[in-house]
């Protein structure tokens, strides 16, 4: 293209449009779907139940150690189908550039969404581009959906947990959170924190075929809020009580400094490849085993237990310290971190 950057005329529908599609995505993104540019794709099905999502990302900045806004988009919304349990099938994408956008920046993003979905093994089937006038968006605003099919038989959600169920995390918590924030801040620790962005599909599916579906509660994937509210709102779901152990929970020591200097809680902070199982207990080794067994799941640990509600009389979730003392984890309240995703 002549110029550098994206203007007015690329959200216009017409020829400027046509070549900004066939030269960042279409040359990355090519399927049978998407190359036929209609109004919408038509995929085939199979009998059973799908799953369907759809989610946003204003991540900022765009660009950050481990990843930027265009994997991230991908991972996550693959991400949110296989919490269901579901093999992904196909995405949807509708990019929203402020004019003025570097198109060094915009193909950056481009190549990186055709990797991730070359990585993940999804396409994506239809995609929509729309320009906003300089200042009116921020570089760059993501905006996806997803299908996929969900095994027969698996039934899951955070309604399901039940006492002595045991609570599993799959790695390391906080590190989305802690890389957005050192390069937002553009803060220097010694050594470089990364996003732990990361499609969850095929870690799943392990899980899934070493272990009765029957006996895995659900998936959930600590995004907003992190590790903390997610086990609140299973607590809450499921009319339980959660207690954890504060030494179980797996946390970077990089990560851990730059909660105690910023006066952060890494149970608070964003995770985009990491997710909570809640498995019965007397299969909670298959799990681990499971896990253990894959690059991403190196790191899982049990890390605590479900409860009933006893004398406390309603849902919460407890942490034993390291000290020998207890404290409440309450749902995250506010926002320490705003454009986290």
């Known amino acids: 293209m002549k110029d550098d950057r994206v203007l007015l005329d690329h959200g216009s529908g017409g020829l400027a449009t046509k070549r900004l599609i066939e030269e960042f995505f279409l040359s990355r993104l090519a399927n049978d779907y998407l190359s036929r540019l209609e109004d919408s794709a038509v995929v085939p099905v199979q009998e059973g139940r799908l799953a369907f999502t759809t989610d946003s990302y204003v991540v900022d900045p765009i660009f950050f150690p481990g990843g930027d806004i265009g994997s991230l988009a991908v991972h996550g919304t693959i991400n949110d189908l296989a919490m269901q349990g579901a093999a992904p099938m196909a995405l949807s994408m509708g990019l929203i550039l402020e004019e003025g956008l570097m198109f060094s920046e915009l193909e950056r993003v481009a190549e990186s969404i055709s990797q991730a979905c070359i990585e993940a093994g999804v396409a994506i089937a239809a995609a929509d581009t729309k320009v906003v006038p300089l200042g009116k968006g921020d570089k760059i605003f993501i905006n996806t959906s997803g299908i996929g099919r969900v095994p027969k038989g698996l039934y899951l959600g955070a309604h399901r947990a039940r006492p002595g169920d045991v609570v599993i995390v799959s790695g390391f918590v906080g590190d989305?959170?802690?890389?957005?924030?050192?390069?937002?801040?553009?803060?220097?620790?010694?050594?470089?924190?990364?996003?732990?962005?990361?499609?969850?599909?095929?870690?799943?599916?392990?899980?899934?075929?070493?272990?009765?579906?029957?006996?895995?509660?659900?998936?959930?994937?600590?995004?907003?809020?992190?590790?903390?509210?997610?086990?609140?709102?299973?607590?809450?779901?499921?009319?339980?009580?959660?207690?954890?152990?504060?030494?179980?929970?797996?946390?970077?020591?990089?990560?851990?400094?730059?909660?105690?200097?910023?006066?952060?809680?890494?149970?608070?902070?964003?995770?985009?490849?990491?997710?909570?199982?809640?498995?019965?207990?007397?299969?909670?080794?298959?799990?681990?085993?499971?896990?253990?067994?894959?690059?991403?799941?190196?790191?899982?640990?049990?890390?605590?237990?479900?409860?009933?509600?006893?004398?406390?009389?309603?849902?919460?979730?407890?942490?034993?310290?390291?000290?020998?003392?207890?404290?409440?984890?309450?749902?995250?309240?506010?926002?320490?971190?705003?454009?986290?995703?």
């Open 176 to 341: 989305h959170g802690a890389a957005i924030l050192t390069a937002r801040s553009n803060l220097s620790f010694g050594t470089e924190i990364k996003s732990d962005s990361a499609p969850l599909h095929a870690l799943v599916s392990a899980v899934l075929e070493r272990c009765p579906s029957d006996k895995i509660r659900l998936f959930r994937d600590p995004t907003r809020g992190g590790l903390a509210t997610v086990l609140n709102e299973i607590a809450m779901s499921s009319n339980v009580c959660i207690e954890i152990d504060q030494d179980a929970v797996p946390i970077r020591q990089e990560v851990s400094g730059v909660c105690e200097l910023l006066g952060l809680d890494p149970l608070y902070l964003a995770n985009e490849g990491k997710c909570v199982v809640v498995v019965e207990e007397d299969h909670s080794q298959l799990v681990m085993d499971a896990l253990s067994g894959l690059a991403l799941g190196r790191h899982a640990a049990v890390i605590g237990c479900v409860k009933e509600l006893g004398g406390v009389g309603r849902p919460v979730v407890t942490m034993n310290t390291s000290i020998g003392g207890r404290r409440i984890i309450s749902m995250l309240s506010g926002e320490p971190l705003p454009r986290i995703c």
